[in-house]
């Protein structure tokens, strides 16, 4: 593991439980247990994939990194301070340099605004750039940066296609000169054509810029080409986090091995292949007792459904799985 | 023998600014019986519009101006408002992205495929319940009998989609139109859902139209693909030639612009630029402003059909000039 001082972000043991609150006195009587003893870190310029299904917690950890949720324990380390300890305006000092990109730019872009001054909102609230002229010539090369001909400015975000806006909405969190970008789901919507521009791009700013990544995302072919280190999260809980190539190529938890079989393969030699686990995700306010994944993991054994493993050190990276328990090993 | 759905010069228009823009241009193929085609494409490549032009359901104030759906020798455009309706309820089932589109979120789920079958057939309720009973097992929901009274809300993602397979089985019919049937789903689920989906269409012979935007699906599911872009068909051939030696610039494009293909640290091969708008679109070939093999024919007349080999048609000039002059066929 790599020095604290080395890392942008560091995670630990993150905790956010949402309660569920029933009758008149709206009592909690449970809780939507969405994210766990969740610890990671990100280097500069790297890139951590945070991959999992629906009801995984993943976009719960994004939003609990950017404090948009309360986490009830845990830390959330940015560039050496705990962002969940800062008062609201070291919090908002700290968040120009941390920014996060959704999946659907519809949403998050003002319609009734021109995008310039979509792009320019964050440099008036953080004072970059002295004047009018100096903000719309950075407006102008940001779009340009995001291959975006900078004459377009003056246009609202309905005149742009589905692509052109998630680089409007990158050219937006560009503005405000940040260190970390957080991309939720920030291709899932994109046609493949499309993605492919925006995957291309995203890697294209990381390297001129020297930005790090947390890529969240349902679809783990994406993550193989962008990330470099990949968390796989299933039901609240990382599972296994290691480098992407080891990830794929010997998955070491059963549940990762899920999910990379369950791919559909476009090679024709790879049809007809049986689904690799069955059932449905639980659900996150009752997960099941023990390891979470037993219910559906074709390798469970007794010990599984009794008790909760913990995170294993395994050669590249830990796997929360009692079969990467290290065996008493020789020499 | 005549093919189970013949497709003949589709044309689907909305009314727009400059006149009525065409969302499905000029699209001919056959569906044969037990044999599933999928028909793929981005957004707003009008794969959806064909499959509601064969419906009839397109949304107002669109419409079908020109061609033939033939079901089975009948000409589906020219029916009656209730013949129509009768087609679509027993000869042709259809199953969403979305179950919630159409299942009732207030009936029982079992009283829904129920009344589905009770619709076109003339069964009594207790016979109508044993079916349903029975198609909830052939769709592998686990404990049919206590589902029967759940509500969708009560079932996951998964089960709501495998309610609404029974549904669309209920009737027996000839055809299914998949649209995007697993996009709503997790990866884990959806792999189950393509499994079965391949069961039921081996054991019961129903030919699918399923219509996706992912070729890992269209891998796991077609016998033949039909890829669209703009409107138009561009390339029609059998599974595996397609996913091996694609021949339409815009094919091969697609599937080496997939994460899956790429090698890891390098850029991913892209298309350039983007789907043009339909009032954009160029006189020749739709493809023309993004292709990297265009040559002077391309952006003035469109492409004419070449058949490059058995089961396979292409439209495009690069293929056109590159096949040997009597053309194969």
């Known amino acids: 593991m790599s020095d604290a001082n080395e890392s942008i972000l560091r995670v630990e043991g993150l905790r956010t439980w949402y309660p569920i609150r029933r009758g008149l006195l709206r009592r909690v009587v449970g809780h939507v247990q969405a994210a766990t003893d969740v610890s990671f870190e990100i280097a500069p310029g790297r ?27 845990g830390r959330v380390e940015f560039e050496g301070r705990d962002l969940l300890s800062l008062d609201a305006t070291s919090l908002r000092a700290a968040r120009q340099r941390l920014q996060i990109v959704f999946q659907d730019p519809m949403a998050s872009l003002d319609p009734r605004m ?23 010539a950075r407006v102008a090369e940001l779009l340009e940066r995001v291959q975006l001909d900078p004459r377009t400015m003056d246009r609202y975000p309905h005149e742009f296609s589905g692509g052109q806006r998630q680089r409007i909405c990158i050219a937006r969190a560009l503005a405000v000169e940040p260190r970390l970008i957080v991309c939720d789901e920030s291709v899932s919507a994109l046609d493949v054509s499309i993605q492919a521009q925006i995957l291309n791009l995203l890697r294209r700013l990381q390297e001129e810029l020297g930005l790090s990544y947390l890529f969240i995302t349902h679809d783990l072919s994406v993550v193989r080409y962008l990330a470099h280190e990949v968390a796989v999260m299933y039901l609240g809980r990382i599972v296994e986090r290691g480098p992407t190539e080891r990830l794929f190529a010997h998955p070491a938890h059963p549940y990762t091995r899920a999910l990379l079989a369950a791919i559909p393969s476009i090679d024709p030699a ?49 796997s929360r799985c009692f079969l990467s328990e290290a065996p008493g090993r020789a020499d | 023998m005549s093919a189970l759905l013949e497709v003949r010069d589709l044309r689907t228009v909305f009314p727009g600014e400059g006149g009525p823009t065409p969302v499905v241009d000029g699209v001919s193929f056959d569906l044969d019986r037990g044999e599933v085609l999928a028909l793929v494409g981005e957004s707003g490549s009008g794969k959806s519009m064909t499959a509601f032009s064969i419906l009839r359901l397109v949304p107002k104030p669109g419409r079908v101006v020109a061609g033939s759906v033939r079901l089975g020798g009948e000409d589906l455009l020219g029916l009656s408002v209730t013949a129509m309706r009768r087609v679509r309820g027993r000869r042709i089932s259809m199953i969403f992205q979305e179950p919630m589109t159409c299942l009732n979120p207030v009936v029982r789920v079992g009283e829904q495929v129920v009344e589905a079958i009770r619709l076109h057939e003339d069964v009594s309720r207790a016979d109508a319940r044993d079916r349903t009973r029975a198609l909830f097992a052939e769709v592998g929901i686990p404990d049919p009998e206590a589902r029967l ?24 019919p000839e055809m299914l139109i998949a649209d995007e049937p697993t996009t709503a789903l997790d990866v884990t689920v959806q792999a189950q859902i393509l499994t079965l989906l391949r069961e039921l269409q081996q054991s019961r012979g129903t030919a699918i139209l399923l219509i996706t935007h992912d070729l890992g699906i269209v891998n796991e599911l077609a016998d033949r693909v039909a890829v669209m872009y703009a409107g138009r068909l561009v390339e029609i051939a059998p599974r595996v030639p397609l996913l091996t030696e694609p021949l339409h610039p815009y094919t091969q494009g697609l599937l080496r612009s997939m994460p899956a293909r790429g090698r890891p640290g390098e850029p991913l091969p892209e298309i350039p630029g983007v789907v043009p708008r339909a009032s954009e679109w160029p006189r020749g070939c739709r493809f023309s402003t993004r292709c990297p093999v265009r040559f002077e024919p391309c952006a003035e007349t469109y492409p004419a059909e070449s058949h490059p080999a058995a089961g396979r048609r292409v439209f495009c000039h690069d293929v056109e000039r590159r096949l040997p002059s009597e053309g194969a066929r």
């Open chain 1, 47 to 73: 890139t951590l994939a945070l991959v999992g299904e629906s009801g995984c917690g993943k976009s719960t950890v994004g939003r609990s990194i950017l404090c948009l949720e309360n986490p009830q324990e």
């Open chain 2, 149 to 172: 009274d759940a509500y969708p809300h009560q079932l996951s993602g998964g089960l709501k989609q495998r309610v609404m397979i029974a549904m669309a089985l209920s009737t027996r």
């Open chain 1, 270 to 318: 790879r049809r007809g292949e049986a689904p690799p686990v069955l059932g449905d995700v639980p659900s996150p306010s009752r997960p099941p007792p023990g390891c979470h994944f037993h219910t559906r993991c074709p390798v469970a054994m007794e010990r599984c459904r009794r008790e909760a493993p913990p995170m294993f050190a395994i050669e590249g990276g830990e």
């Open chain 1, 114 to 136: 021109r995008i310039r001054d979509q792009i320019a909102e964050g440099m008036h609230s953080f004072g970059i750039g002295a004047d009018e002229a100096e903000r719309t």
